[in-house]
């Protein structure tokens, strides 16, 4: 069974930084294309950022320079440093998992970030 499950989300002021976590059971990391996705109230699904198996990672325009995806092997996580943090950041951030080749994805339970003064 594949479970991804997502921490680190919290309350935090404007110009703040969190760090979220995503540990993966059931699956290898490094074999998937893992991702983080968030989704605002009233706002669709949108992709923050993605950390091929093979490849450059790709962000999207409103994390670039702020956002860091990583993904260590050891642990068999991804994790999200998230700095300079505005209000938009606010959502219900979520772990995401790949592979087309095997036409497998799965996804967390989602963990809630509210950046708010």
């Known amino acids: 069974q594949v479970q991804l499950v997502e921490s680190g989300g919290g309350l935090v002021q404007p110009g703040g930084s969190l760090k979220l976590s995503c540990a993966a059971s059931g699956i290898i990391v490094n074999r998937y294309a893992m991702a983080w996705y968030r989704q605002a109230p009233g706002k669709q699904r949108e992709l923050v950022a993605i950390i091929p198996s093979i490849g450059m990672t790709i962000y999207a325009d409103s994390a670039k320079g702020r956002f860091t995806i990583s993904r260590d092997n050891a642990d068999n996580t991804v994790s999200l440093q998230m700095n300079s943090l505005k209000p938009e950041d606010t959502a219900v951030y979520y772990c995401?998992?790949?592979?087309?080749?095997?036409?497998?994805?799965?996804w967390g339970q989602g963990t809630q970030v509210t950046v708010s003064s």
């Open positions: 995401n998992a790949r592979r087309t080749a095997a036409a497998a994805e799965y």
